[in-house]
């Protein structure tokens, strides 16, 4: 059996090509968190109509983006920033704050330990429990946030875990946060897709809490990851102030711009999405139950956890038996406090999730 020879990330199809010579049109992502449905339909029928936008250049205050964003997020628009993608909103943040020392909720995404290093600072990772499903224990977290730390550093539903902080909790976090002088990112990749993402999105709390900012983008949820568009919601105008005056101008192209419009007003795309994943995801989560050589854990986003229980297989295996079928799973081992048992793997179309299901219950009997 070809072992991989590295980890691959769900934008990584080229790679996948050249290794096991399966051509990237034939790979489903499993590993990519993407909406299944593809883009709004709304979007494919009136963005090609737009075209001649391009002949002139983005306002550069992109009030009207702003405006229809902060419909989308129930928030002030004076409170929102735009950038090309979160992955700028981030960088910008931590080149303004500098952290010197960062504490990050993990197992979680790797690129915030990255910008936090590139800005000149060091970060500690708080672990997320297995034994508690990776939920977080606001409790324990207080004792370790201390004023030694200046950035707290929370994925909101996390990936990969698929767990969530619920935004009373969140609200305790602010408030610690705020006492011992640490700033809080939160970022809300996923949150959209929870089945009632009222109970933890923080966009609410930006209002009354000036150290916090949120970051969203229209990667997952929006399946656009080539539009490079993301936003941040902050209650802190001198934040916002720094923000704008260290990005580059028109970072977002007219086209981008006049897509985020139309895709946040696109309520039947939004609401089939919903409908789509809550469905997936409790079927999914059920199959997985009864398999008893794996531990499931609930998932809140559109993907989930899973550990292999089966001694004699690692995820290492999975990815190799699945890809072999067109079919792309994250193999876990590269975040951290997790290791070759865990994989993660977002719903597609129901047809695709019962074929890789089949394929690991198959493998796991």
Known sequence: MLTPKEHFHGSDLEKIETI??????????FSAN????????????????????????????????RKCIATYVHADMEHIVVGNGSTELISLFIQITHPKKALIIGPTYSEYEREISLGGGSSLYYRLEETDDFHLNVEDLKKELTAEFDLLVICN???????????????????????????????????????????ITAISLASYYNNIII???????????????GYAVCGNMDMLK????????????????????????????????????????????????????????????????????????TASDLFDAAIRKGLMIRDCSTFPFLDQKFIRFCFMSPEKNTELMNLLLELLK
């Open 20 to 29: 096991y010579g399966i051509k990237k049109e034939d790979i489903t992502s």
């Open 34 to 65: 993407v909406n299944p449905l593809g883009i709004s339909p709304k979007l494919r029928a009136e963005l090609a109509g737009k075209i001649d936008a391009i002949t002139g250049y983005p306002d550069r205050e992109y009030t009207s983006l």
């Open 157 to 199: 539903p996390n990936n990969p875990t698929s767990s969530a902080i619920p935004l009373s909790d969140m609200r305790k976090i602010l408030d610690i946060c705020k006492l011992r002088g640490i700033l809080c990112m939160v970022d809300e990749t996923y949150v959209e897709f929870a089945e009632d993402m009222t109970q």
């Open 215 to 229: 970051l969203r983008g229209i990667s997952k949820f929006f399946a656009a990851p080539g539009l490079r568009l």
């Open 242 to 313: 720094l923000l704008n005056q260290r990005k580059n101008p028109w970072t977002i192209n007219t086209l981008a711009a006049i897509a985020g419009e139309i895709m946040f007003k696109d309520e039947e795309y939004i609401s089939q999405t919903k409908m789509l994943i809550k469905q997936e995801r409790d079927r999914i989560y059920d199959m997985l139950s009864s398999c008893y050589n794996v531990r499931v854990y609930p998932p809140v986003a559109n993907f989930v956890l899973v550990k292999i229980l089966k001694e004699s297989v």
